[in-house]
């Protein structure tokens, strides 16, 4: 029997960042694994994360909206 993964699921925080929480499995534009902690990672959205790939909270500081 195949296994199935648990779903992942995708929260947009307004003038946040995405919020992923499941069974994430995160790779670079080349395929290379992109290492995080359990538990929700979150994604930057606002573009000025010193952290990049992930949300540094940058975005309080900003001017950056979104829905």
Known sequence: MPQ???SV???AYPDGP???RGDVDLRTVDGEPIP???GPV???R???SRIKPFC???HKRSSFRAD
Do not use: N
């Open 46 to 48: 606002c573009g000025l």
């Open 42 to 44: 979150a994604l930057c």
């Open 18 to 20: 995405l919020v992923l």
């Open 4 to 6: 199935t993964r648990p």
């Open 9 to 11: 699921t995708i929260t």
């Open 56 to 58: 540094d909270s940058t």
């Open 36 to 38: 995080h902690r359990d």
